[in-house]
């Protein structure tokens, strides 16, 4: 069973960065597409950015493209979450996922995923 635990949220300005990170269990963390999702106060989750187990895909929400990158260590089985150019509607819950299918390019919904971590709170100032 994965166990995903993600790190590195806070409170940012607008215009700044942040960079999430992601822990997982399991020797087979490299197998495993890895995507972030979010959840703001009263609206749905959402698909933010994903990687693919082979590193050589990714998918991104509209929203985050050219701020938002997204890497992999498979070495410290570890996924990152690089933000940039922070807006306040970027403010929300953020959400490690594990799709252990070996699924490409990543899947961008959340019923595609296996394993959740259990958040880390993001808020943008303006």
């Known amino acids: 069973q994965v166990q995903l635990v993600e790190s590195g949220g806070g409170l940012v300005q607008a215009g700044g960065s942040l960079r999430l990170s992601c822990a997982a269990s399991?020797?087979?963390?490299?197998?495993?597409?890895m995507g972030w999702f979010r959840q703001a106060p009263g609206k749905e989750r959402e698909f933010v950015i994903a990687?693919?187990?082979?590193?050589?895909?990714?998918r991104y929400a509209d929203s985050v493209k050219g701020r938002f990158t997204i890497s992999r260590d498979n070495a410290k089985n570890t996924v990152y979450l690089e933000m940039n150019s922070l807006k306040p509607e970027d403010t929300a819950i953020y959400y490690c996922?594990?799709?252990?299918?070996?699924?490409?390019?990543?899947?961008?919904?959340?019923?595609?995923?296996?394993?959740w971590g259990q958040g880390t709170q993001v808020t943008v100032s303006s």
């Open positions: 996922a594990a799709d252990i299918s070996l699924t490409v390019p990543p899947g961008t919904g959340a019923s595609e995923y296996d394993a």
């Open positions: 399991g020797r087979t963390f490299r197998r495993y597409t």
């Open positions: 990687i693919s187990w082979t590193g050589g895909s990714t």
